[in-house]
């Protein structure tokens, strides 16, 4: 699929990015893969890892999403795109609403231009969950971003470029999640619990590239991709990763759900099933129930929801530890 092609990840000397890059020189012969982020402490740090000497299609880039004309220049004669730049950090976001408006909803209206005009023949971003009914504002831009990709598969007109979206839960040990805090907080004896009905879908890295992957292959353009993944209370967490400790629960903080979403009820009557993935169509979409059976999938039932508290998919304390890496506590046989 990526072979001969010039691949540019956005945003790609993050924990993604860098997961991503390694999979695609494991597995593809691309003519160039392209490095795109703004941290040169980081391109020289991933350089260490992945050198030109040692990978010749590797290239990196300098650039802000935010800079339209650094995109029209990187994107020259690029194939494909996966737009993985953002602030992420919730508290971050809610500090700082501007700077996460310029990046995550600017900064996407700026990948759709430089795609179409450059050419470019697919582009897949990457989305969250917090994207579904949004609380905080890093989830509203990221809904505004998702709303900017779909739609760009009309914006494009004449132009062949095809946008889609994929859409996932935490990932699992990610820099600002939960897990990573955990495993500093088991020196302490104690972990703080926001509250213990809490639930959240959850991922690895290597899932989530493995996905993105799948949805270049699959995807004609406005799909938003959301795999079936398996959820986890937060108190079964925390008896994973630190089951010695004490908790003490100190209150939802601004910004959190109890539950997480993927796809609402009012997305269900435009959303098709699949074995292991579910697939929001485009509002502008020729596609009917036919056409989705005809493809292995069915189109959900209205009023359908899938979210991490209503999931048929649990993770166990040892699928976790395994997920993380972590040693089985003593006693466990």
């Known amino acids: ?36 982020s703004r941290d040169e402490l980081k391109q020289f740090q991933m350089r260490e890892r992945f050198s030109e000497a040692k990978y010749p299609c590797l290239r990196y880039f300098i650039g802000d999403v935010r800079d339209r004309d650094r995109l029209y220049r990187a994107f020259d004669g690029v194939d494909v795109v996966v737009h993985a730049a953002a602030l992420k950090q919730v508290p971050a976001c809610e500090y700082n609403p501007i700077e996460a408006i310029r990046t995550n909803v600017m900064g ?10 450059r050419g470019v023949s697919k ?38 470029t095809r946008f889609s979206v994929v859409r996932y839960g935490n990932v699992v040990g990610s820099r600002g999640s939960v897990i990573p805090f955990f495993l500093r907080a088991r020196d302490t004896g104690k972990l703080q619990i926001t509250d213990p009905r809490m639930t959240r879908f959850w991922i690895t890295l290597e899932q989530g590239v493995e996905f993105v992957l799948a949805s270049l292959k699959r995807m004609h353009g406005g ?5 079936k993944i398996p959820s986890m209370n937060i108190m079964d967490v925390a008896r ?17 759900k109890l539950h997480e979403l993927m796809v609402g009820e009012d997305d269900s009557r435009n959303t098709v099933e699949y074995d292991d993935y579910f697939a929001i169509l485009p509002s502008f979409h ?21 979210s ?4 048929d998919r ?14 089985e506590p003593a006693g466990v046989a």
């Open 286 to 306: 020729q596609w009917t129930a036919d056409d989705c059976a005809a493809n292995g999938g069915r189109l959900c039932s209205e009023g359908f929801r899938y």
């Open 108 to 117: 996407a209206a700026n990948v759709v231009d430089a795609a179409i005009d």
């Open 240 to 256: 994973a990763i630190a089951p010695e400790c004490e908790t003490s629960v100190i209150g939802i903080r601004p910004g959190e």
């Open 123 to 160: 582009v897949v971003a990457l989305s969250t969950d917090k994207a579904a009914g949004p609380v905080n504002l890093y989830g509203a831009t990221k809904l505004c971003s998702d709303k900017l990709f779909t739609a760009a598969n009309s914006y494009a007109g004449a132009h062949a």
């Open 1 to 36: 699929m990526l072979n001969n092609k010039v691949i540019l990840i956005t945003g790609g000397t993050g924990s993604f990015g860098q997961r991503f890059v390694q999979t695609v020189l494991d597995r593809y012969k691309p003519t160039r893969l392209i490095v795109f």
């Open 223 to 227: 799909e938003v991709f959301v795999p």
């Open 314 to 327: 649990w993770l166990s304390a040892e699928e976790l530890r395994a997920m993380v890496g972590l040693a």
């Open 308 to 311: 991490s508290d209503r999931n």
